[in-house]
């Protein structure tokens, strides 16, 4: 089994020493980098770039503003009329859906990587990947980490400076570090 496929696997991985994963990383950032360099106003190759770095987008409603920053993009699929605040990490070497109509503060991440509690795994290089999903209509705050596993629920807001460790329910409103659920909100 390779590294690539123990890690889609769910299973520790070594990406560090793994040629194809160096070398899609390095192509991603390289698209990342040029993607940030780019003037606010040139919409057209801004678009083309998202769609060469993400997965998938439906629709063509995106707005990623700079810096925005992934480990491989094509791990990432995105709703229609997706827009995230400046300082976008997604660190997605598992995989990280967004639902429709979804907004990012700025400074969040998204990590599907973890490493080892074992020293001496982690020391090896040793990590592992699980997806992250966000459903629809989800708004989180500023400075929102999400780690790796997790699932936001539709219509569900994330305050600012929010940890995510577990899984948030549907028509929450959800806070803290870590994130927990303060109160329901009210369906109209």
Not at 23 to 38: G, S, T, V
């Amino acid at each position: 089994m390779t590294e690539k496929e123990k890690c889609a696997a769910g299973l520790l991985y070594n990406a560090n020493y793994d040629k194809e994963l160096i070398e899609e990383r390095i192509a991603c950032k390289d698209l990342c980098q040029e993607y940030n360099a780019l003037k606010n106003s040139d919409s057209e190759n801004r678009f083309r770039l998202l769609k060469s770095i993400i997965g998938s987008i439906k629709g063509n409603i995106i707005c990623i503003e700079p810096s925005f920053w992934c480990d491989y993009g094509y791990n990432i699929t995105v709703g229609e009329n997706f827009y995230a605040n400046h300082n976008l990490v997604i660190l997605d070497c598992a995989k990280v859906e967004f639902g429709d109509n979804v907004f990012i503060g700025p400074n969040c991440s998204f990590y599907t990587a973890g490493h080892p509690l074992d020293a001496k795994q982690r020391n090896e290089g040793l990590e592992y990947a699980h997806p992250i999903k966000v459903g629809d209509n989800v708004w989180l705050g500023g400075n929102v980490v999400v780690l790796p596993g997790v699932s936001i629920g539709n219509n569900s807001v994330i305050g600012a400076g929010s940890v995510v460790t577990k899984d948030i329910p549907e028509n929450v409103v959800a806070v803290g570090n870590p994130c927990k659920m303060v109160k329901n909100i009210p369906k109209e």
